[in-house]
């Protein structure tokens, strides 16, 4: 049984920062590429970023580039999502998920789902 549980999200402020983190069970990462999520209230889910397991390559969506960074730990089976410089549009729920296969902005294209971790970032 696969599982993902995200953990990490808080309160904080405009220009702060927080690193959430995503364990995995139930399944290896291996050569598996792993991907981020957020919804805001009201909102769809939209890609954050992606990254692939074997060698690291990581792509980004406009809005977080050079602000928020995905890395992994190979021995703990966790990939991190570190989030830098948050404004108030960055409060979403925070999900993560397991790529199958497709375009990596698409949530269609995972097919495992963390439960969320809620960011909320005051002005």
């Known amino acids: 049984q696969v599982q993902l549980v995200e953990s990490g999200g808080g309160l904080v402020q405009a220009g702060g920062s927080l690193r959430l983190s995503c364990t995995a069970s139930?399944?290896?990462?291996?050569?598996?590429?792993m991907g981020w999520f957020r919804q805001a209230p009201g909102k769809e889910r939209d890609f954050v970023g992606t990254?692939?397991?074997?060698?690291?390559?990581?792509a980004y969506t406009d809005s977080v580039k050079g602000r928020f960074t995905i890395s992994k730990d190979n021995a703990k089976n966790t990939v991190y999502l570190q989030m830098n410089s948050l404004k108030p549009e960055d409060t979403a729920l925070y999900y993560c998920?397991?790529?199958?296969?497709?375009?990596?902005?698409?949530?269609?294209?995972?097919?495992?789902w963390g439960q969320g971790t809620q960011v909320t970032v005051s002005s």
């Open positions: 998920a397991f790529y199958r296969s497709g375009s990596v902005d698409a949530t269609s294209s995972y097919d495992y």
């Open positions: 139930g399944r290896s990462f291996g050569t598996y590429r």
């Open positions: 990254i692939y397991w074997s060698g690291g390559h990581t």
